[in-house]
């Protein structure tokens, strides 16, 4: 360093040039070296900022990639139950509409948003890659069971499920819907048949009055015509009744 005292000294008060010149000369080697050590420290920065970026997105997109796949796995096993009843759709027509209304939901609310996470998803990947090239770092590649053409694979295999257990269910409620509409017919039916039986037991077969008077006993006999004939006309209905309660499917109504 310059000393303050051999400038002071100098012959002739001005101070050695060949002093100045090396002063100076070690100044610009210094500034130099610390400019280029600032350099080399921003680069570093960068570069770690790059890689932490980088494992950012690496586990971004790993992690949205597995739950996907957990995601499509369950539904698919959600939707591989077609079967009619109770141990499927449901042994009534309400929990048959239940389950409609539910998969409704499903397509408008949950499928949207895991569709658009997965598109997404594969935009992180490119964006991933491309900033590899560009930084000049080895290009990620995710492994075979979480990229992105596993997961688009697996995602319409899920579709093509959901198409079979839309069309099973809307089988299933219609048959219920008939099988509702027999029950109701039966019902209807039988409630007829035995307030019949009931009237006919009461007012003719039950009677232990036959009557003290010919006129008496000549309306008992016209009762119990009308009974038989009514009974012609009801005789058809064990028949209708059981064609009603036997219908296919039926076994699988609560």
Same mark, same amino acid.
């Given at each position: 360093? *310059? ?6 000294? &100098? ?25 280029? $050590?600032?350099? &080399? ?17 690496? #586990? @971004?997109?790993? =992690? ?9 796995? @369950? ?7 077609? +079967? +009619? ?32 996470? %997965? ?18 770092? !080895?290009?990620?590649? !995710? ?19 959901? =198409?079979?257990? $839309?069309?099973? /269910?809307?089988?299933?409620?219609? *048959? ?16 007829? &048949? %035995? ?32 009974? %038989?004939?009514? %009974? ?17 499917? /039926? #076994?699988?109504?609560?």
């Amino acid at each position: 360093l *310059l000393d303050l005292e051999d400038l002071l000294d &100098a012959p002739g008060g001005k101070p050695d040039d060949k002093i100045i010149m090396t002063q100076l000369c070690f100044y610009f080697k210094e500034f130099a070296r610390h400019l280029k $050590e600032q350099n &080399a420290v921003k680069s570093i920065t960068a570069a770690c900022n790059i890689t932490r970026r980088h494992d950012g997105w690496i #586990e @971004e997109y790993t =992690t949205k990639s597995g739950d996907l796949l957990v995601w499509i796995a @369950e539904t698919r096993e959600k939707f591989s139950n077609t +079967k +009619k009843g109770a141990e499927g759709f449901g042994d009534t027509t309400a929990l048959i509409e239940e389950k409609r209304q539910m998969f409704a939901i499903y397509r408008k609310e949950e499928k949207p948003d895991k569709k658009t996470t %997965m598109v997404t998803n594969g935009g992180l990947l490119s964006t991933l890659q491309a900033s590899c090239r560009n930084n000049h770092r !080895p290009v990620f590649t !995710p492994a075979d069971e979480i990229n992105t053409a596993t997961v688009a694979a697996e995602f319409a295999a899920l579709e093509k499920q959901e =198409t079979v257990y $839309e069309k099973e /269910m809307i089988s299933t409620l219609i *048959l219920f819907q008939n099988l509702d509409a027999n029950l109701s017919r039966f019902n209807v039916k039988a409630e007829k &048949a %035995m307030s019949w039986l009931l009237r006919s037991q009461e007012g003719v077969f039950d009677t232990v009055d036959y009557g003290v008077t010919a006129t008496a006993t000549d309306c008992l006999f016209e009762n119990l015509e009308l009974c %038989m004939g009514q %009974m012609e006309l009801y005789q058809e209905y064990p028949e209708q009744l059981n064609e009603l309660i036997n219908v296919e499917g /039926m #076994e699988l109504h609560a």
